[in-house]
């Protein structure tokens, strides 16, 4: 542990510097609002105020973001933070990779 080194945040800046803020809990915060949203739009008999529906939706969605498909967000979360120099890339954010469902077809007959 001797190779590591600590840093201190300056104070006001963990919206510039920190990777979660910088690029992480956006996504994290949109994959919820999805949840919330269907809850309500479909009237299903779940409760979200309860602290074991809010534990089972924000494990459902730290599992979903945890997939290795998230990886390149997070390396640009730390590079648009300044902590790496070269740009890792394109990525897809959490609207594509779990909800966009625009190019799929209807198998059913007569769907529209």
């Known amino acids: ?19 979660l803020d910088v690029g992480w809990n956006r996504q994290y915060k ?7 949203d269907h809850v309500r739009l479909y009237n299903l008999d779940i409760n979200l105020a309860q ?4 534990i089972k939706m924000n494990s459902l ?3 979903q973001m945890t997939s290795p498909k998230f990886k390149p967000m ?12 070269d740009n890792p890339g394109p990525f897809q954010n959490t ?15 007569q769907c529209k």
């Open 1 to 19: 542990m001797k190779h590591l080194k600590r840093v201190e945040i300056p104070k006001s800046t963990t919206s510039m510097i920190q990777p």
């Open 30 to 36: 949109y994959f919820v609002r999805q949840m919330y």
């Open 51 to 54: 602290r074991n529906n809010i």
């Open 95 to 109: 609207k594509e990779l779990c909800f966009s469902f625009g190019d799929q077809r209807c198998s059913e007959f």
């Open 61 to 63: 969605a730290y599992n």
């Open 74 to 85: 997070g390396r640009y979360a730390w590079y648009q933070s300044g902590y790496l120099e």
